[in-house]
Each structure stands twice: as structure tokens, then as C-alpha cells.
């Protein structure tokens, strides 16, 4: 007889009866995507006439790699009847978090077949970069570690007309039967969760992908003209590279990288820390965000942040030099602070409008100097230059002395 289940006060009191030597045990591989893992069961009879009135599954791992990653169940889409899933409140066993999933059904159909598994659900991890840990599917009892009341957490299958259909040794209602190897992905032993040996069983696979938590992203100014962007994550075993990622605005698409960094070795839960510099941010709203990439390629994105950088020139000016001109002058020479490239042009006249010399000049963005030409062989008096550009027209007056 199994024993009721109870998490954190909600009590789920299930009276079953085992009235056939028909059973079901269960196994667990690595899912096909990235962070999951797959539950598979098999009956040891056959029959076409049942459904799955109860299983329940759960999955455990070591609570040093749990930080921050939480995790769901997707039953399977073909083979097994309908089963409405309720997420168990996750609990720490030792030095174990363990995952409870309790599905029940009220109707349905399926096909047993002896020795033939059943894909039943898969279970997936979330919270942040991937890396790789041991994953357990579990059947074993103790103590709730922040009620300190008893509590099953376990492996059970019921149907609708067989009742309790899982293995169990005669008195303690747990057994290393109710799960079966698969070569080479898995192994069964009592290697359990909590307590001693004989308090449940734990079938165990190791390097499945499991996202380990982003400890922080932030961005912030360094001063007027950069962004400072710090990161800290925990182990970063199966990462391959991180990236900075900048974008005007912060659509999908539109961000361009801008720093890159081989992930520190480290392992366990001791924070790692990172940093980079954008050392010519965008005018106006930078959008940052850290892409993560896996040594198997896949790719993880951070939450956004927003650095705001006023760094277009208020003002377009042209400042002449050296002014007044002597007989000893060789060169002429501007101070353009300009807002965006562009040409601009320039005329040298006298004091009757007469026009001495016309050029241009190309005028890069921000502070520049550049070469005027036009004033060989002027004689002593006064001379006017206009600059006219994008935005500006502004007339220097100009004196030439002996």
C-alpha cells in the first residue's frame, strides 16, 4: 500500500488497493532538447482495456546546482491517455531538491503491451545558462525540510480498473524494482535523496543539460562617454563563449555585438563575475543584453537593460586661427565642431563683398581642425570668411596686419 501524499499542508489522501501482480516501472533518459529529460514507463502485461487513473513522478537534483531553476511537465502527446498534472511544491531531501508531479485522469484508453515502454512526459529545466548535471527520477520518503512534517515523494502508477500498479517491497512501500536501466543513459541503485538506504531508491543520469542561474546583468555609465556591463553567473563547465550585444532599439534582430568573452572555469554554486566596456555608446537609448552560447550551440539571451547617452553637440561652431594675420603667417586653420559629417563650404571676401577664394572643406562628426587656402598675397586690412554647413552659417571676421 502506498502511503498518502503531503506537501506543505495540502494533504492528496489516495486509498488503493493492489488486486493484480500486474506492475509498471519507470526509467528516465535525456530529452531531445536541450534541459529535459523524458520519463518513460513499461508494463509488464498486456492489455488494451485500462488507462492511467494516478502517476505521479518526480525528479531530483543536487540542491547546490537548484538556485533559481524551476521545472515543468509536458505530458506526452501520443500513447499514454490524458493526465491533468499538478506541479508539487518543491522541497529540499538532503542535499537533494526534488520536483513532484501528480497526474490524475477520470477516463481515457491506452494500449499495454508487455516489455514495450510508453513515453509518458517530459520534464523541463529553466532559470539561465545551460550546463550539465545529474538528473534523478526518485522513490523515496522523508522529512519536508521547512515544515518538518513526513511526506512521499515518489514514483506511482495507478489504472482504473487494476488499482496500484507500481513495485514495492513488503513493508516499507518502496522497492528498486519500480525502476528498470537503460544502457548506458541510466543507472538503478539506493543511492537515495534522504535518509538511509532503505528509505527509497533513485534511478540516476548524468550530464543532462541543466540551466544554471544568471546571477546578475547589469549595465551603467562609466563616466560621460562609456557603459560599464558586469555579469555573474555560477558554473559555466559547458558554456563556449559570452557576447555583449548592443541595438538602438531593442528590437529582435537589430543588436550588433560588441564584446565577447571566453566563460572562467569554476564549478558549483560560487559566483563568477564578468566585465566589458562600450567605449562609444550610441547617441540617445543603448539597449544591452548578454548572449550566452553552449559548447552544443545553443543560445541563451539575458533580460535587456537600457543605458541613455547624451552625446550628440548642442551647438555647431567655427573658430579661425591664428587671427589677426601677419606677414609671418604660413597657415590658416579652422576649429569645426560639427554634429554629423557633411561638407561644408567657405568664402574669403573683402570689405565690398569681393570674393577672394571659395572651397569646401569635409568635416568628419565631433571636434576637428582643417586647412583653409585663399590667403597667400593678401594685402594689410579686413576680410570676412563664411562657413555655411548642414546646420551653420557663421562669418569670421578676419584681420591682416604687416
Given at each position: 500500500m502506498k502511503k498518502s501524499l503531503i506537501f506543505l499542508g495540502s494533504?492528496?489522501?489516495?486509498?488503493?488497493?493492489?488486486?493484480?501482480?500486474?506492475?509498471?516501472?519507470?526509467?528516465?533518459?535525456?530529452?531531445t532538447a536541450n534541459s529535459t529529460v523524458d520519463i518513460y514507463i513499461r508494463p509488464d502485461f498486456t492489455d488494451n482495456a485500462q488507462f492511467l487513473r494516478n502517476l505521479i513522478l518526480t525528479v531530483a537534483i543536487p540542491t547546490a546546482q537548484a538556485s533559481g531553476v524551476t521545472a515543468t511537465i509536458t505530458p506526452a502527446a501520443s500513447g499514454i491517455n490524458s493526465l491533468n498534472y499538478v506541479s508539487e511544491p518543491v522541497e529540499v531531501f538532503g542535499t537533494e531538491t526534488v520536483y513532484a508531479f501528480n497526474g490524475t485522469a477520470s477516463n481515457g484508453s491506452m494500449t499495454f503491451t508487455n516489455g514495450v515502454e510508453i513515453l509518458a512526459a517530459t520534464i523541463t529545466f529553466s532559470g539561465g545558462i545551460p550546463r550539465t548535471s545529474q538528473i534523478k527520477l526518485a522513490d523515496y520518503t522523508g522529512a519536508i525540510s521547512n515544515t518538518g512534517a513526513t511526506s512521499n515523494a515518489l514514483f506511482y502508477a495507478e489504472l482504473n480498473a487494476f488499482g496500484d500498479v507500481t513495485p514495492a517491497s513488503a513493508g516499507s512501500g518502496l522497492s528498486i524494482d519500480d525502476f528498470y536501466a537503460t544502457p548506458s543513459q541510466s543507472t538503478v541503485g539506493s543511492n537515495v535523496v534522504g535518509g538511509s538506504p532503505n528509505n527509497?531508491?533513485?534511478?540516476?543520469?548524468?550530464?543532462?543539460?541543466?540551466?544554471?542561474?544568471?546571477?546578475?546583468?547589469?549595465?551603467?555609465?562609466?563616466g560621460d562617454t562609456k557603459t560599464l556591463i558586469h555579469w555573474a553567473t555560477t558554473s559555466t563547465s559547458t558554456v563556449a563563449a559570452f557576447e555583449v550585444e548592443r541595438s538602438a532599439t531593442g528590437l529582435n534582430g537589430s543588436y550588433t555585438t560588441i564584446a565577447t568573452q571566453a566563460p572562467q572555469s569554476g564549478n558549483g554554486s560560487a559566483s563568477i563575475d564578468y566585465k566589458a566596456y562600450d567605449a562609444a555608446p550610441l547617441n540617445g537609448v543603448n539597449y544591452y543584453r548578454l548572449k550566452t552560447t553552449g559548447i552544443t550551440g545553443e543560445v541563451t539571451y539575458s533580460a535587456v537593460q537600457e543605458i541613455r547617452f547624451n552625446t550628440k553637440l548642442s551647438t555647431e561652431s567655427v573658430r579661425l586661427f591664428p587671427n589677426p594675420l601677419t606677414a609671418d603667417t604660413r597657415e590658416v586653420k579652422v576649429d569645426v565642431t560639427a554634429q554629423s559629417n557633411q561638407t561644408m563650404t567657405y568664402l574669403l571676401s573683402d570689405l565690398t563683398g569681393r570674393v577672394i577664394y571659395q572651397g569646401q572643406l569635409n568635416v568628419t562628426a565631433g571636434q576637428g581642425q582643417y586647412a583653409l587656402q585663399g590667403f597667400d598675397g593678401l594685402s594689410t586690412g579686413t576680410y570676412f570668411v563664411q562657413v555655411k554647413g548642414t546646420s551653420l552659417t557663421q562669418t569670421i571676421k578676419v584681420i591682416k596686419t604687416n
Amino acid at each position: 500500500m502506498k502511503k498518502s501524499l503531503i506537501f506543505l499542508g495540502s494533504i492528496l489522501s489516495l486509498t488503493w488497493s493492489q488486486v493484480s501482480a500486474q506492475s509498471i516501472r519507470a526509467t528516465i533518459k535525456p530529452g531531445t532538447a536541450n534541459s529535459t529529460v523524458d520519463i518513460y514507463i513499461r508494463p509488464d502485461f498486456t492489455d488494451n482495456a485500462q488507462f492511467l487513473r494516478n502517476l505521479i513522478l518526480t525528479v531530483a537534483i543536487p540542491t547546490a546546482q537548484a538556485s533559481g531553476v524551476t521545472a515543468t511537465i509536458t505530458p506526452a502527446a501520443s500513447g499514454i491517455n490524458s493526465l491533468n498534472y499538478v506541479s508539487e511544491p518543491v522541497e529540499v531531501f538532503g542535499t537533494e531538491t526534488v520536483y513532484a508531479f501528480n497526474g490524475t485522469a477520470s477516463n481515457g484508453s491506452m494500449t499495454f503491451t508487455n516489455g514495450v515502454e510508453i513515453l509518458a512526459a517530459t520534464i523541463t529545466f529553466s532559470g539561465g545558462i545551460p550546463r550539465t548535471s545529474q538528473i534523478k527520477l526518485a522513490d523515496y520518503t522523508g522529512a519536508i525540510s521547512n515544515t518538518g512534517a513526513t511526506s512521499n515523494a515518489l514514483f506511482y502508477a495507478e489504472l482504473n480498473a487494476f488499482g496500484d500498479v507500481t513495485p514495492a517491497s513488503a513493508g516499507s512501500g518502496l522497492s528498486i524494482d519500480d525502476f528498470y536501466a537503460t544502457p548506458s543513459q541510466s543507472t538503478v541503485g539506493s543511492n537515495v535523496v534522504g535518509g538511509s538506504p532503505n528509505n527509497g531508491f533513485s534511478q540516476t543520469i548524468n550530464n543532462v543539460g541543466l540551466p544554471v542561474q544568471l546571477l546578475s546583468f547589469t549595465a551603467q555609465k562609466a563616466g560621460d562617454t562609456k557603459t560599464l556591463i558586469h555579469w555573474a553567473t555560477t558554473s559555466t563547465s559547458t558554456v563556449a563563449a559570452f557576447e555583449v550585444e548592443r541595438s538602438a532599439t531593442g528590437l529582435n534582430g537589430s543588436y550588433t555585438t560588441i564584446a565577447t568573452q571566453a566563460p572562467q572555469s569554476g564549478n558549483g554554486s560560487a559566483s563568477i563575475d564578468y566585465k566589458a566596456y562600450d567605449a562609444a555608446p550610441l547617441n540617445g537609448v543603448n539597449y544591452y543584453r548578454l548572449k550566452t552560447t553552449g559548447i552544443t550551440g545553443e543560445v541563451t539571451y539575458s533580460a535587456v537593460q537600457e543605458i541613455r547617452f547624451n552625446t550628440k553637440l548642442s551647438t555647431e561652431s567655427v573658430r579661425l586661427f591664428p587671427n589677426p594675420l601677419t606677414a609671418d603667417t604660413r597657415e590658416v586653420k579652422v576649429d569645426v565642431t560639427a554634429q554629423s559629417n557633411q561638407t561644408m563650404t567657405y568664402l574669403l571676401s573683402d570689405l565690398t563683398g569681393r570674393v577672394i577664394y571659395q572651397g569646401q572643406l569635409n568635416v568628419t562628426a565631433g571636434q576637428g581642425q582643417y586647412a583653409l587656402q585663399g590667403f597667400d598675397g593678401l594685402s594689410t586690412g579686413t576680410y570676412f570668411v563664411q562657413v555655411k554647413g548642414t546646420s551653420l552659417t557663421q562669418t569670421i571676421k578676419v584681420i591682416k596686419t604687416n
